[in-house]
């Protein structure tokens, strides 16, 4: 059973960067598309990006595409999101999810909340 | 983009109610249609995937119907510990961005 831990969070001034990781406990997850997932206080998900299970694939939402850039080590069975210019309404607890095709999204890792503020 | 539209957005029910979450797509999403629940500072729990196929693990109180555009999720008698968020979502690879619902909090009545 593969467990996402997300870590990389923190309090940052708005136009600065961060990096998130998010590190899967087998290596299962090497053969699987990987999502990151966003949720501002009190609102509802918002998904931000997906890469492909080689990282030849990325998409992004609009409100994140040219800042996020999303990445993956199938060597150290981790996904990244470098965050870049960090705007107020970044602000989110941000998941990393599994993609298992048709079978949905499982697991979700529990989350690292990110606040831009001055 | 394909717009996910909840109803109701409150629902407030007893235990061992009936309860049914209706899900609208601006267009069709065919059967990529999944159902999460979220509790307070937790992330989402997979129950439903493929409009209608419940995730392992998951009570089979809850059920999925639906295609195309229209969907429900019903709990068949509501339990304490179904009191909490609900969200549906449109995860077809080959239409992105893959987006959720509004949510819809179910709350003790």
């Known amino acids: 059973q593969v467990q996402l831990v997300e870590s990389g969070g923190g309090v940052v001034q708005p136009g600065r960067s961060l990096r998130l990781s998010c590190a899967a406990s087998?290596?299962?997850?090497?053969?699987?598309?990987m999502h990151w997932v966003r949720q501002a206080p009190g609102k509802g998900l918002q998904w931000v990006a997906v890469i492909s299970y080689d990282g030849t694939n990325k998409y992004y939402a609009d409100s994140v595409k040219g800042r996020f850039t999303i990445s993956r080590d199938n060597s150290k069975n981790t996904v990244y999101l470098q965050m870049n210019s960090l705007r107020f309404e970044d602000t989110a607890i941000y998941y990393c999810?599994?993609?298992?095709?048709?079978?949905?999204?499982?697991?979700w890792g529990q989350g690292t909340l990110v606040t831009v503020s001055s | 983009d394909i717009q996910m539209t909840q109803s109701p957005s409150t629902l407030s029910a007893s235990v061992g109610d009936r309860v049914t979450i209706t899900c609208r797509a601006s267009q069709s999403v065919s059967y990529w249609l999944a159902w999460y629940q979220q509790k307070p500072g937790k992330a989402p729990n997979l129950l439903i995937y493929k409009a209608s196929s419940l995730e392992s693990g998951v009570p089979s109180r809850f059920s999925g119907s639906g295609s195309g555009t229209e969907f429900t999720l019903t709990i068949s008698s509501l339990q304490p510990d179904d009191f909490a968020t609900y969200y549906c979502q449109q995860y077809n690879p080959y239409s992105p961005p893959l987006t959720f619902g509004g949510g819809t909090k179910v709350e003790i009545k």
């Open positions: 087998t290596s299962a997850f090497r053969s699987d598309a």
């Open positions: 999810a599994r993609d298992r095709g048709i079978l949905g999204w499982n697991p």
